[in-house]
C-alpha cells in the first residue's frame, strides 16, 4: 500500500541514501590522508583557553584574569578560579568590583542554602572571592571571608569488588571501550590521566608507565604489569595514532578499517564522556549501585590494600599529597570488615549470658 505521509521517506530513495554513503565511506577509506601533526594533536580532552584571552565584561575581571595566569601554571586551574568569579558577575548582574561586602555575605548563604553547594566548592569560591575582594580590589577590611566555614561531610567512595570489576569490564564488548577502562584499575589512574597517555609515556621493558601533568601538574611513575603492556601493544597497532594511545573514535561507519584510519588521523584524545555513559548503562545493567571511572580508582586502592599493600605505596601510586586523602580506603577494604567481624564474634562470645 502507498504511503500518504507527505514526510515518509520512499524506500528506493532510503537505498539511494545508503549506497551514496557507503560510496563516500569507502572513498575515504581508498584515499590516503596524511597523519596529523605533533603541533596539531593535543593530549587533554577538553582544550582550555587561558583566562587572559577571554572577552572580559569589566576591567576588574581582566586584572584578576592576569592576576592568575601570574600565579598558577595549570590553564585548567585558571579556567575554575575565573569561573567562580563569572558565577558572581552573572548572579549580581554587574561588575564584581561594585559589590559590597553585606552582597558577597549574601552570596555565599544563596550557594550554601539554596544552591546547596558541596563543602569543597564552597571553600573554591570562597578562596576566588578573597583573592578577588582582598588581593586585586584591596578590601582588607572585609571579615566575610573568616566568617564562612566548610567541613567535608566524609562521605566513604564507592567500591566494587573484585568480581563486579570482572562482570562490568565482560559486559563492555568493545575493545576500545574496555582498554582503557582495564588501565583506570589496573594502575589506578584518573579518567583524565588514562586518556592523555601518549606512546612516549609507556616504557614496556621497564614496566613503568609515567603519568605527566596530573592533578596540580604532578607527574608519577606507576608500574605497569606486563600483560596490560602486551593488550596496549596490540591495540595500539590496530590504530597506529602518531601519538596518542586512546585517540578519539569519532562518528562514522564502524568498519575496522575505516575506523582506524579515524583513529589515525585523530586530533584529540577520547572524550570523558565516552566511558562515562558507558559505564553507567553496564552498571545499570548489572544492578550495580554505583560504578565509575572514579569508582575503579577507588577499588584499586582498596584491592591493593587487601592484598597487603603498604599505605604510603599505594599514596605514591594514586599521586596523593596527604596520607589523609589515601587513609579513607582503611575504612572501605572487605579484609578490614572481616577481620573486625572476626574480633567481634569473639568478643561477643566471651561475653556472660
Known sequence: MKSTNPNSIHPKH????????????????????????????????????????????????????????????????????????????????????????AQVRDYFLF?????????????????????FFVDVLGHADWTVFSQIRTKDHDTLPAVLTRQQVHDILDAIRLRR???????????????????????HDIKGAENKLFIRK???????VVPLPTCLWQELQRYWKFHRHPLLLFPNVGRGDNNLQVLAQRMRQATAPMPHASLQRLLVLARKQLNIPAATPHSLR????????????????????????????????????????????RLMEELCRNLPR
Request: glycine letters at 4%; proline letters at 5%.
Open 298 to 341: 577507588h577499588s584499586f586502592a582498596t584491592h591493593l590494600l587487601e592484598a597487603g599493600a603498604h599505605l604510603h605505596t599505594i599514596q605514591k601510586l594514586l599521586g596523593h599529597k596527604q596520607i589523609t586523602s589515601t587513609m579513607i580506603y582503611l575504612h572501605v577494604t572487605h579484609q578490614t570488615t572481616r577481620d573486625a567481624l
Open 177 to 199: 571501550y574496555r582498554t582503557p577502562i582495564k588501565v583506570i584499575y589496573v594502575c589506578g589512574l584518573r579518567l583524565s590521566e588514562c586518556l592523555g597517555l601518549t606512546i
Open 214 to 220: 596530573g592533578k596540580g601538574h604532578q607527574d608519577r
Open 14 to 101: 532510503l537505498q539511494n541514501a545508503q549506497a551514496l554513503r557507503r560510496a563516500k565511506t569507502q572513498e575515504a577509506a581508498e584515499t590516503p590522508t596524511p597523519p596529523p601533526t605533533a603541533s596539531t594533536i593535543r593530549t587533554t580532552s577538553r582544550d582550555f583557553v587561558n583566562p587572559v584571552d577571554y572577552q572580559h565584561p569589566f576591567e576588574s575581571m581582566a586584572r584578576f584574569a592576569q592576576r592568575l595566569a601570574l600565579r598558577y601554571d595549570a590553564v585548567r586551574t585558571c579556567h575554575a578560579y575565573y569561573r567562580q568569579l563569572r558565577l558572581i558577575h552573572v548572579h549580581f548582574a554587574c561588575d564584581p568590583a561594585q559589590l559590597t561586602e
Open 111 to 131: 550557594i550554601k542554602l539554596k544552591k546547596q553547594w558541596k563543602p569543597k566548592t564552597i571553600r573554591l569560591a570562597r578562596a576566588v572571592a578573597r583573592q
